[in-house]
């Protein structure tokens, strides 16, 4: 079974820039989440969708982020315009709650965005 | 949201030691547990995770956890460490019915020989 992907993994970009982050998720999960890691800290909920519809963007900067699932399958993540405190780990993350002995998300290997 | 604290930012150990990493969550209502492991340039992996039943809980790669209610704890041990578990560790918690996780700040194990 794939795992969740995202793309790039990788991004240096000047402050007021925009980027945006690609997600993958695991075939036939309906909930996908986006967490934002920041060096030495635990990933934080940014957005969480269920197939796709928003169920969580409390945490989400929405004056500067962005996020959709348009067809319920891929994300993308937008940050316009970027700030230095930005830089950070962006953790995409699925899980399919259906089974509900599970409970567990998959996490991709993330991008590692540096705001300069 | 629930609070999580993991009580030690680092841990040195030598391979073949035993290792426990201790981690404390605040709620008043019923939670799940979870502990993830992230390696270097790595998403996070599920170690084990606690839903209900035996409060001993065993994981992957030799951990395991402890769920104590009163104490509000899921500290993790290995009885042996390779150098292969150098690695950060998150704790994570979710209310019941509730699938958003709140993650500790992460332990950094470093396994020397």
């Known amino acids: 079974e794939a795992g969740v992907a995202q793309s790039p993994r990788y991004k240096i970009i000047e402050k007021r820039q925009s980027v945006a982050f690609w997600c993958n998720p695991i075939s036939g999960h309906a909930t996908l989440y986006w967490y934002q890691q920041i060096l030495g800290q635990g990933p934080k909920l940014l957005i969480q969708?269920?197939?796709?519809?928003?169920?969580?963007d409390s945490q989400l900067p929405k004056d500067r982020f962005s996020a959709e699932r348009l067809k319920g399958v891929d994300s993308t993540l937008k940050i316009q315009p970027a700030k230095l405190e930005d830089s950070a780990v962006y953790l995409c993350?699925?899980?399919?709650?259906?089974?509900?002995?599970?409970?567990?998300?998959?996490f991709g290997p993330g991008t590692r965005l540096t705001v300069t | 949201a629930q609070s999580v604290t993991q009580l030690d930012s680092q841990v040195p150990v030598f391979e073949e030691a035993p290792v426990e990493l201790r981690c404390n969550y605040s709620s008043s209502v019923s939670v799940y547990l979870f502990w993830y492991v992230q390696y270097p340039n790595q998403g996070l992996q599920l170690l084990l995770k606690y839903l209900s039943g035996s409060t001993l809980v065993k994981g992957i790669n030799g951990f395991e956890a402890e769920f104590n209610k009163s104490q509000t704890s899921f500290h993790l041990r290995k009885p042996s460490v390779h150098i292969s578990d150098t690695a950060e560790y998150f704790c994570?918690?979710?209310?019941?019915?509730?699938?958003?996780?709140?993650f500790g700040a992460g332990t950094t194990v470093t396994v020397r020989a």
């Open positions: 993350a699925s899980s399919s709650h259906q089974d509900r002995g599970s409970y567990e998300q998959y």
């Open positions: 969708f269920q197939n796709n519809g928003v169920v969580d």
């Open positions: 994570a918690v979710s209310d019941k019915d509730d699938y958003k996780l709140s």
